[in-house]
Each structure stands twice: as structure tokens, then as C-alpha cells.
């Protein structure tokens, strides 16, 4: 970046708040998404709204790109520069601002990390449910950007349903406040619900005020192993059909199982096709029936072995396996491409089955695990980024996932996010009139497309694959 | 209407779809809403997605407003045809489509009353939870239209949060379907939330899936009187502190108990300043200490009388004050407006305070009842349409109870929408920025502004008021 650019921005933080090294620019060139790497310009860190908006202002007259970045545990390129231009930091931002025990609402800066908020109100015996597994190093102003979801996404929902109002910077440099501590609020479009999720194509969120609830007085765990994928499926088609509504139900298929006891040798039955971890939280009488309850469904269905953790160090035990299941498939091959293709409920056994096929038919390594109660599924590929022609059949492999997912009714990316790299699939899922109206969106509030740009838009759209199943 | 252009009309949906006598024309020139009405040039009933996407094709190409209608229960003049053109009806698409049992989800027609649907999926041991108090009549399309609330918000949200895909007809006349039985989807922007409750000025919706959760087992219903607003309020705020979120905390005033009273002669102490309303549900035991708990909370701040119903009879008892609070209010004056400025619950005793002083300044009479528990408040000016004077009075009265719900930090709408009546206010809690927002949108998705013309967004802005309450 020229010197007279970036003077104008160290006249608005100072210069201690911005890099330029060659060293730190390589440093914010890239996200957790394998095999996308770009270097931005600059890389500054404001310290309040008014900053932001002066940023904006010079690189609304500039042209320059601007991206905003939490702490870049992305996994969709969706903050990958790949235009250059200026990455803006929250590292200054990053307080919480205000509890409000009358309202259960708290308020802070973008750059707080989630796992902060999440500890801070549990001391004050609230709960912010959704934990993206990011959650200790993912700021909340990257989870609200993201939509992010969780493991807890079943019962208590994904980020979006906890935003009750922001601070948001335009691509002009103008500053809006949406929302309010508001249990109800109808006056005009839910512009709060387009803004989270919305990976910073839109503008910069300065500051969150989210939602609350009591903190679940009492927590159960338990485990349960089958020797078949329906089985599986079937146990947690029961338990909803039961009117159990569990706080986690996770997945992991015999490929996952296979890779934590390879990593970790804590006796995980080999042979076991699927694994299910099962949560409820709650008052205490109804947790226990609950988890008894779902177990002995599991039962019914075909599970080969159960637990029933009968204290927190026994759960910890019980959910150790799962908990381990990125790490232990990641340490197989140079490079892990964490998926997140999402299907109805019901479809969950289909999908699976589905991502073991296409696995073999493209000679690539991809085991599954995942949130099973809501359908969001992580197929894992273990792969060599170096290695460009099996990059090649991954691709065509992953593309082949996401069309099955979008043939069973579910979707491209389940709480992931578009970025980059999903784009040429966007079409896929929102046809061209759904793509259509997102692009008349952009224009309207981003008609310099300054922000986040070559994200969330695709230069060209991927062909629909015609598959034969017959 | 010409010949002609009926003719087009009648060609898609049959001469039986299609009315525009007099009366029938009169029959559609208003809502619920008081003192707005204008007459449609054509009232039509569509059968199907493709009916309505060819009927909007020549409303886009003749420049014909349309204006989409549910059962006209709209109380902000969202559904008055103020430029003319076509009504849209979905009487002839009334159809529960499917019930999930698996996925929980419903799939219905706009046209669906909304108490149906509940009846329906309750039949089946499901639990749709928005319940406006206009379900009997209202349907589902115009829920969604308007994101409606209800009375039981505070615990399970609002329209919004059960919507989960829906098939929509764009200004173009092109379809498109979004979302889907999904716990987890951020395939691009949120495109559904921006429809619900866009009121009818983005598209048509002509299909809905909606999240339904399991019935809660048991339901307790309390009440509670008090000598004063604060201690009300503060009941109201001790029980959520006291980590309690009770699925209704209905509210009603003084004048409220006094109309009801005078209406129903069913012994309400008419030296009550403020009653609560108060109903948990979920398991047995859980609701029983719950409602006991609220009682004594109740007690604790300052409650002259309490009971606990004993049965379903005794909680209906306990129910009928405040199901009657409207008619009782309504019959008192020719002209009832019903508003539902909405503030965090931690303002709410100095809402309704302010509501009191706002009546005897302006000399107009307004009770107030609504949902505590959401700081939704509702209200009720009794007044008569062809008194212009006193009219000129409720409008000055309303507009200074918009002006202090927002300086509360609450909204001029927690339920109702925006229609033509408040359009003039909404810049009073958007800023210029965020209308400014929502006209590129508007103008991005229907450039030739046919759907819900002169809804939403106003000629002109009120003046902001200047209050001196020193």
C-alpha cells in the first residue's frame, strides 16, 4: 500500500495499529481453509465504531477491499483477501460491555472470544447456548458474521437466534444501530437476521447485544454403539419421535471411530459402524428420565453396547472420543478438509451412506462425524493439497457431496459458511432467482462492492452434476 | 378495471376467482385497522404457486399494485389496497400439505387459519407455539406476512423462529423456493427472514414449512393483583431473575380490570393498580414448582391477592379477564385502536406510567394490557373515528407513546407491523440509514414497486417530537 494510504489510516488508530511487514502480512494471508491463501495490504486494528467508520470512508473514496477477521478459524475462505486490501482486527475490541440481569441480554465488542462470553454468564447462572467447536478462539464477531451453529444447535438453536441488536458500519462509512433488548420487534425488514451470517459482504458489526436464558440446572450423558448406519439413524428418528428434544445427539462414523482409537487407545469398539453421543440438560428428574430414556431406544434399535455416565468425570470420559475426532483424522494426511453438508433429519442415514460411495468411487479418504439431530453432518477428507491430482478428485468428490445433500433437501453448508470457496456451489442450493435477489442485496447496500468482495459471490457458478445412480 | 385487463385475470384463475362488484370491492377496501380504507380494482383467488406467478407476471407488466390478504385482521392498515389494484385471497389455498412426523415440520398453504394448524399438530402430541391473539380467524400467510407474536413469546418466540422454508413469488413473476426442513443452513444471506414479516411488499409467499416442537406435557395457570405499577414490574423482573421463564406473564392496568370488570361482573378488584397473569408448562413437577415459585414471588413484591387454579375449569376462570380485555375496552367507545409499542421488560412499569400520562395531557382514554413478560405492551385508545377533534388528539397521544417507547429503548411495533398506519414513525427507530437500507432493498427486489405499494415505507417521516418532561 502506498505510504499516502496508509497514512490516512494511522491517522485514525495510530500507528501501533497497523502492520504492514512482509512477515505480517503473510501472517493474515490465510484462514483454516486448506489450499486458499492471498496477502491483503494492511492489516489494522481500531479500537471503537467511530474508528471503523473513519476506515470505511477512506476505502469507500479509495476502492480499497475491505475484510473484517475474527480470529480466522474459517473454514470456507470467507476470510481469505483475496483481492488484497485492508483486514481489520478486533484484538482492540474485544470487551464485554454490559450484563443485563433484568433483560438477560449481554452486550460486547466483536472481538471478545465466545468461550469469554459463554464462561462470563454461566458464573452469573446464564447460558449462551450455541458452540461452534471454534468456540475457544472464535470471536463472536466471527460467529455472528458466520452464523455459526454447534453441537447444542438442535434444542437451543445457532447464533442467529441469540442476536437481539448491533452496531453496524455500511460500506459508506454511516453507522446503523439495529434491534434493541426486544423479546418482540416488527418495526421494518429483519435487517439484524440479513446482517448475521452475511460474512461481512455487507459490513462491519461493531458492536452484538445477545440474547440470554437460565442456565440448565442439571447435565447427563451417554453413549451408545451400533453395528449398522440405519440402526443409527432409526435411534434418533425414535427419540424425536419420543418428544425428546436433546441438547446434543453426535455422530461418528466407523472411519471416525477407526482414527480416535488408532490416536488415543481408549478401547472404542472397532467394529462398531456408528457411534452416538447423546446430552440432556435440564431440571434433574427429567434429565435423568430423559437420558434412560434414550438410551433404552437405542436399545430397541439394535445398539451393540450403552453407558450411561453416572458423574461429569465419566461423562468427560464418554465424550472424550468425539471431542477428539477432528484431531485424530487430521494427524492421517498433510491436509483436513472439514465439511459440513447438511440434510433433513431423516436423511441422515442415506447421507452417509452416500459420502462412503463417493468416497470409494474417487479413491479418496472422507470419514463423517457430526451433529446427527440436526442433520449436520462434517464429512472429514484427508487429503495433500501438494498432491494436485488427488486435489482433483477430492474436488470432484466434495462437489458430489454437496449435490447429494442438495438432492435430499438439505444444503452446501450447514453453520460453515459460503466464503470463497463454496460460492460456485451457492447456485446449487438458491437457483438463479434466489442468487439473483442476494446480488440486488449486495448492490444496493455494497455498490462499490468494497466489502468482503470475490466472497459469497461466485465469478462462475460450478455445472450441476448429472449423476447415474442407476 | 378494464375488460381487457379482468380478462387476463379470468383466463388464470376461472371467472369463479374472480370478484369486483361494488360490494364486494367495498367488502376489501379495509382491515382491523381504523379510519384507512380504499377500494381494490379486483378481487382474486388463486389456486395454486403458478397461478399466482402468472397473475403477478401481468401485474408487472401492466403496472398493477397487488396487495396480498389473509383474513384482514392487520391492525396497521397493512392490507388497505391505498393505490388500488388487486386483491390477492387464499381461500382456495387452505391445505395442511404434510406433517413431518420425522423431521417435525408442517407444510401448509397461506391460507391455513392459523388455530388449525395448532389444533392439527396438537392432535398429533406437536406443539406449534405463536399464538396471536387473532389465530381463530388470522392465517398462517398473513402470520408470516407480518411476523406476528402472541402470548406466548417470551418463551418460545415469535413466527419468525418456526419458519423454516417457504416457496415465494417475486415481482418478476419468477418462483422461489428457500430454506428447508433444516436445523442448520447458511447457504448465503437470509433471505426467509427478510421475507417474514416484510408485509406483503418483497413477493408472495404461497408456501410455508414451519418447525414444530413436542407438547409440553402439563400447563399451570396463576394471577396476581397488585396496588401498584412498580411492584407489578417487579414481580415481573424478580421471577426472570429468579431464572423462571414462564411460558405467559400477561399484564393488565387499571382501566383494563375496571372495563372488564364492568363488562363480565366476575368479582375483579376494581382498587387493583396492575394484574399478572401468569402460565408455565413443561413437565408436571417442574411446572407445579414453577407456578408456586412465581405465586410467591408475587406475594414477596407486594401482591394484595394470589391464587394458583387448581383444575383446567379453574385456570379458564382465571383466564377469562384477560381474554375479554379487548371487547371489554372496545365496547366502551365506537372506535378501538389497538397499539403494541413494545419496551425491554425492565421498562415497563415506567412505560405504562408514561402511557397514563400521555392519556390525561392529551385528554384521550388508553388502558393498557399486553404481555409483560416481553415488554409488549398494547395500549387501547378509545376513541371515535368522526370526531376529528379528539382524533387529532390520539393521533398527537400515540405518536408521543411511539416517541417514548423508543427513548425506553423498546420499538413503535413489537407485533402488529408497520402497514401504512406507522410507515409516517418507523424513521423515529430506523434512522435515516437504516430506511435508507431497506429502500435499496425494496427498490433491489420490486424496482417497479407493484407488491404492497405505499405500505412500510412512508411519503414523509413525522417530525420527531421534543418533549420536555423537565
Known sequence: MSVKRKDLFVSIVGEENVKDSQAQLLAYSY?????????????????????????????????????????????????????????????????????????????????????????????????????????????????????????????????????????????????????GKLAKDV??????????????????????????????????????YFNSLEDAAETVSAIIADKIIPVTLEFMDKGTIGAVEDFMKIGLPLDAEAMLLMEQDGNEE????????????????????????SSNEEAEILKTGRRAALSALARKRPTTILEDATVPRSEIAKMVKAIQQIAVKYDVQISTFGHAGDGNLHPTCLTDVRDEEEMLRVEQALAEIFHIAIELGGTITGEHGVGEMKAPYLEWKLGTSGINVMKGIKQSIDPQNIMNPGKMFAKETKMRLVINNG
Chains 1, 2 share one sequence.
Open 31 to 179: 484462514d483454516a481453509t486448506a489450499n486458499f491463501q492471498s496477502k491483503p495490504d494492511l492489516v489494522i486494528s481500531p479500537r471503537d465504531t467511530e474508528e471503523i467508520a473513519g476506515i470505511v470512508k477512506i476505502c469507500a473514496s479509495e476502492q480499497i477491499p475491505i475484510i473484517s477477521r475474527g480470529s480466522g478459524t474459517n473454514l470456507a475462505a470467507g476470510t481469505v483477501p483475496n483481492q488484497g486490501g485492508l483486514i481489520v482486527l478486533f484484538n482492540n475490541m474485544d470487551e464485554i460491555l454490559e450484563l443485563d440481569m433484568e433483560n438477560l441480554t449481554i452486550t460486547v465488542q466483536p472481538g471478545v472470544i465466545t468461550q469469554n462470553i459463554c464462561d462470563f454468564v454461566e458464573d452469573n447462572g446464564l447460558f449462551y447456548p450455541p458452540d461452534p467447536s471454534s468456540m475457544k478462539i472464535s470471536t463472536i464477531g466471527g460467529n455472528v458474521s458466520e452464523n455459526s451453529g454447534g453441537l447444542r444447535g438442535l434444542k437451543y438453536g445457532v447464533t442467529k437466534d441469540y442476536v437481539k441488536a448491533m452496531t453496524v458500519v455500511l460500506p459508506d462509512g454511516e453507522i446503523l444501530k439495529l434491534g
Open 187 to 224: 418495526a421494518g425488514y429483519d435487517l439484524m437476521s440479513l446482517f448475521v451470517g452475511s460474512e461481512g459482504t455487507l459490513g462491519i458489526i461493531t458492536e452484538i447485544t445477545l440474547k440470554l436464558i437460565p442456565l440448565p440446572i442439571s447435565k447427563k450423558t451417554g453413549i451408545a
Open 286 to 309: 427429567q434429565v435423568a428420565s430423559d437420558i434412560q430414556q434414550m438410551i433404552r431406544i437405542a436399545e430397541q434399535n439394535g445398539a451393540t453396547s450403552t453407558a450411561i455416565a
